[in-house]
Nanobody, 118 residues
Framework: QVQLVESGGGLVQPGGSMRLSCVAS????????MNWYRQAPGKERELVAS???????TYLDSVKGRFTISRDLEKESAYLEMNNLRPEDTAIYYC????????????WGRGTQVTVSS
């Protein structure tokens, strides 16, 4: 069973920075891309950023220029560097591994809370 474990959440002031990490076990990087989703209270879960094993990235419009997704294939890890955080970035952030094959399951972490408040 694949496990995704997020870390790095917490409380940060507006304008601050935070880095989230996601570690997968066992090794899945060869056949899975990596996503970061978030879900704010009373809102639907939304895709924040994606990265393929080849390093191609996509971002939610509202985080472009502020968030950076990266990946370390050797460490089976994905990261989300968040800068210039805003109160509206407050949410539970989830790591997701979508398979490249339709015959494989998608995996989710349990999430990490990010709160942006003064």
């Amino acid at each position: 069973q694949v496990q995704l474990v997020e870390s790095g959440g917490g409380l940060v002031q507006p304008g601050g920075s935070m880095r989230l990490s996601c570690v997968a076990s066992p090794r899945i990087s060869a056949i899975y891309d990596m996503n970061w989703y978030r879900q704010a209270p009373g809102k639907e879960r939304e895709l924040v950023a994606s990265i393929t094993s080849g390093g191609r990235t996509t971002y939610l419009d509202s985080v472009k220029g502020r968030f950076t997704i990266s990946r370390d294939l050797e460490k089976e890890s994905a990261y989300l560097e968040m800068n210039n955080l805003r109160p509206e970035d407050t949410a539970i952030y989830y790591c997701n591994a979508p398979p490249r094959s339709p015959y494989l399951p998608s995996y989710w972490g349990r999430g990490t809370q990010v709160t942006v408040s003064s």
